[in-house]
């Protein structure tokens, strides 16, 4: 039997119309242990990004495991389908907000300009420099927080209250563990809770900076560290219930997602490799 031209191009044309119409079967879909894994991640803070590239990592000869981040983003944004559940869209929302510092500027006596910080601290070749600031939440409430400039590496403090001596005793301790090398600078704003600024330099053996008045960005990891632990701790609400143990397991899931910036190694991971270093 002899089919002419048009009869052909009718018939190929059918067959992709018929493709097109058939429901596309998504990779998290058809791979369950995959879409749980991605699943755990996201609940864990992780972007589709830092999920994409860390299956690749741990499973560079099985593509089996490799899933872009657009495939991730589709699996959550279309309706009904995808392997991944819809309330997980909600850890991909950003929750950025300008903070206003409670506490306010304040006079503080013998600080020591951020100008005067070493000049190795900006380069972030050298770990050991230091950003801190409060979280500030509803009904007063407050928690501290430190990171190490070159690893992104952060520590949370419960806090109850936000006076000088209460923020001191809180941090003073987790300084004081941390070996030499990985102890040198640490920078704040110009709040009232660090007022006995001079009282920690001593007792933990760390250089203190302080920054300009409005000057966010000389304290550039911190702001940016602020709106990633957002997430987890929302402006507004009451940080009063979240205990040191619940701050840990926050740090915890900050510190183990990967970075872009760390090519692709998590805080935890760099931290590590220059704890190790004696």
Not at 144 to 158: D, K, N, P, S, V
Not at 211 to 231: F, K, V
Request: hydrophobic share 35%; glycine share 8%.
């Amino acid at each position: 039997m002899v089919h002419n031209n048009a009869y052909l191009s009718q018939v190929a044309q059918h067959r992709t119309n018929n493709r097109a119409r058939r429901p596309k079967v998504f990779k998290l879909e058809a791979h369950p242990g995959l879409a749980r894994w991605a699943e755990a991640k996201l609940r864990r803070g992780w972007s589709p990004e830092q999920i994409s590239v860390r299956l690749r990592q741990d499973h560079p000869d099985d593509p089996r495991w490799w899933v872009s981040a657009e495939a991730i983003y589709a699996s959550l944004y279309v309706q009904g389908r995808g392997g991944l559940k819809d309330e997980l869209t909600r850890h991909l929302k950003s929750r950025r907000s300008s903070r206003r510092h409670g506490n306010g500027p304040g006079q503080i006596k013998d600080r020591v300009h951020f100008s005067q910080r070493p000049a190795e601290a900006a380069d972030r070749a050298v770990p050991g420099h230091w950003e801190g600031d409060l979280l500030l939440g509803g009904r007063t409430s407050q928690v501290g927080m430190i990171t190490e400039r070159t690893t992104r590496y952060t520590m949370l403090f419960a806090l109850d209250g936000r006076t000088a001596p209460v923020v001191r005793e809180a941090i003073e301790p987790a300084i004081k563990r941390l070996p030499d090398h990985l102890r040198r600078t640490l920078t704040w704003d110009n709040g009232k809770e660090m007022a006995e600024h001079v009282q920690l330099r001593l007792a933990a053996d760390i250089d203190i900076y302080f920054c300009d008045p409005g000057h966010p960005w000389q304290r550039g990891t911190a702001e940016q560290t602020i709106g990633l632990i957002r997430s987890y701790l929302p402006k507004g609400t009451d940080l009063s219930g979240h205990t040191q143990a619940d701050l840990d397991e926050i740090a915890a899931m900050l510190n183990e997602r990967p970075r872009k910036t760390l090519d692709w190694r998590s805080p935890a991971q760099a931290y590590a490799e220059h704890l190790a270093v004696q």
